[in-house]
């Protein structure tokens, strides 16, 4: 089946840093990765779109110039929080899709000190 | 604004007990309805439901959904103790892999031997 990877698995950073998460479509070409965002005991919610080649679509109340998206091949989709804040520590999960499917990474924790 | 409502949020049952799992929505342009189980990471793809009064079965869970009544439910027979997750329902204006979801809040089930 297809395979989404996502990486680091955990980071700590400093507040005022900039992170940068990586998912990877390991055997599958995937024009479109989507980014979500869950905090505990809350479900996930789409922060964007991300399209190759083309600008990340924002949903409403996501600031896109404070979660930067680059999908710059049809495998790698980043998410770079920027100057991070404790309160963008977060579990982020990004997804691909293939046909009728949506397949999800195995998130990442970011906790920001 | 789409929404996805799932109840309960919660469950505690009895090895071997059936439980239903309950997903109301309301998406622009609905097309799929997908549910997922979420242990300790990414979740897991259970059904995609696009027609109205067709049950999806796999094993000892199934699914149908009702888009007059804007409605799904997952029945869970005969559980057992890895059951134990949360479930979450998502709503997608197209098909699963071709547009972002919107997700409930999920149901956290919880089996106990």
């Known amino acids: 089946g297809a395979v989404v990877s996502q990486h680091p698995s955990r980071v700590i950073c400093k507040s005022g840093t900039s992170v940068k998460i990586e998912c990877r479509s390991l055997?599958?070409?995937?024009?479109?990765m989507f980014w979500y965002r869950q905090f505990p005991k809350q479900s996930l919610m789409l922060m964007a779109t991300?399209?190759?080649?083309?600008?990340?679509?924002?949903e409403q109340g996501v600031e896109k110039d404070k979660f930067l998206i680059n999908h710059a091949s049809l495998t790698l989709s980043t998410l770079t929080v920027t100057s991070a804040h404790p309160e963008d520590s977060s579990f982020y999960i990004c997804?691909?899709?293939?046909?009728?499917?949506?397949?999800f990474g195995p998130g990442t924790r970011l906790t920001v000190t | 604004e789409d929404k996805v409502v799932q109840s309960p949020l919660s469950l505690v049952v009895h090895e071997g007990d059936t439980v239903t799992l309950n997903c109301s929505y309301e998406?622009?342009?609905?097309?799929?309805l997908l549910w997922y189980k979420q242990e300790k990471k990414a979740p897991t793809f259970l059904f995609m439901l696009?027609?109205?009064?067709i049950e999806k079965k796999s094993g000892r869970l199934s699914s149908i959904l009702d888009k007059k009544e804007l409605f799904s439910i997952l029945n869970i027979t005969a559980t057992q103790t890895g059951d134990s997750a949360v479930y979450l329902c998502?709503?997608?204006?197209?098909?699963?892999?071709?547009?972002?979801?919107?997700f409930g809040k999920g149901t956290h089930l919880i089996i106990q031997p």
């Open positions: 997804s691909a899709g293939q046909k009728y499917e949506q397949y």
């Open positions: 055997d599958f070409q995937a024009t479109t």
């Open positions: 991300s399209n190759e080649g083309s600008k990340a679509t924002y």
């Open positions: 998406v622009t342009n609905f097309r799929s």
């Open positions: 696009t027609s109205s009064g």
């Open positions: 998502a709503g997608g204006p197209v098909g699963g892999g071709a547009d972002g979801l919107t």
